[in-house]
């Protein structure tokens, strides 16, 4: 499987799946084998390599909640061996308990930066961006979002970490030459700004930039701010949606509007029922991840080696939409997000 390849999200169904599960079977061979805590709870539920022969078979783990993840060590979970190889650390905000840290090695960084870059390939509306970045660099999405780009080959300016009524993101913006702006649509909890503060400000902010691509994500894109970014110019508008503990997964669908097609491949996302199986296409059901691939340098996949986690609960919801989409995509889509607790 190669994280990279755009087919992974066009190709049938039944192959997908087929890759997932041997990446699933090797992730689970990994953990039960240099994580405690995972041998105990895999083999609780009577789940090994060799047990997995199906998709439907991985419903025997339990899913795990938040207020379990918050209960462990965070470096429990982390393999003893690659706790020297972790790269990347990041907290949740913490917006629904104690916020909880992940850790990723170079290589699952790599599969999360080329996972998130396919998403983004097939909306970029000019071949090389210059994009601004409003993003706070101590969040995952902030480095996320840069190294993405600048896997696109796309230029990328970061905002600087000082607070907005000390150096405003406008006054930023005026140093430099962009044509991509990553922002999300408002703020949350007095959190930065986003575009809607940006807009109250100065009404022709995204003219007056001459921009052509907007990008964000965690579902604060509402249908009227998208509709004024293309009456401004902005030829593209990326929304993408995901989770502190996994990085970014899936991208709003460009021609059903709500719709977030998944992007399998570095995780494993499902949509479960109150008894931990996958529901059906049209039913709401509440999101689990899974940590499940990381990469190499050139692109081949290999285990996830920083936090592992299996099947956790985000702590949001959604109704599962599996029918071919106008798009052209085959990917299961999220519609309806919200959350739930």
């Not at 022969?53 to 899913?63: G, K, L, Q, W, Y």
């Amino acid at each position: 499987m190669q994280l990279s390849d755009p087919d992974l999200d066009t190709m049938a169904r039944g192959t997908r799946e087929a890759l997932l599960l041997e990446a699933l079977r090797n992730q689970i061979e990994f953990a039960a084998d240099v994580v405690p805590f995972w041998a105990n709870r895999l083999a609780g539920a009577s789940v090994s390599v060799n047990s997995l022969e199906t998709m439907d078979d991985f419903a025997r783990v339990p899913t795990m909640s938040k207020a379990a993840f918050r209960g462990l060590r965070p470096q429990a979970l982390v393999p003893e061996a690659h706790l020297g190889d972790v790269r990347i650390a990041r907290w949740t905000s913490g917006t629904s308990g104690r916020p909880t840290v992940c850790f990723w090695t170079t290589a699952d960084w790599t599969a999360l930066v080329e996972a998130t870059a396919r998403m983004l390939a097939p909306r970029m509306p000019i071949a090389t961006p210059r994009a601004f970045n409003g993003y706070s660099q101590a969040h995952l999405t902030g480095p996320l979002y840069h190294s993405a780009l600048q896997r696109l080959g796309g230029v990328v300016f970061d905002r600087s970490h000082h607070a907005e009524d000390v150096f405003p993101t406008e006054a930023q913006c005026d140093l430099f030459d962009f044509d991509t702006l990553i922002l999300p649509g408002h703020t949350t909890r007095g959190k930065g700004v986003g575009l809607a503060e940006l807009l109250e400000r100065d009404p022709s902010f995204l003219r007056r930039h001459s921009l052509r691509w907007w990008i964000g994500s965690s579902g604060t894109f509402e249908a009227a701010a998208v509709e004024a970014a293309h009456r401004q110019g902005v030829a593209s508008v990326s929304n993408l949606y995901g989770a502190s503990e996994f990085g970014l997964f899936s991208i709003m669908c460009e021609q059903n509007f709500g719709d977030y097609h998944v992007a399998q491949g570095h995780v494993l996302v499902e949509v479960v029922d109150d008894a931990g199986r996958r529901v059906e296409s049209g039913s709401f059901g509440r999101i689990v991840v899974t940590h499940l691939c990381g990469a190499t340098a050139d692109g081949r996949t290999r285990t996830h080696q920083g936090t592992q986690l299996f099947r956790l609960a985000i702590g949001d919801g959604a109704t599962l939409i599996d029918e071919p989409c106008s798009c052209g995509l085959t990917t299961s889509r999220l519609r309806g997000i919200r959350r739930m607790q």
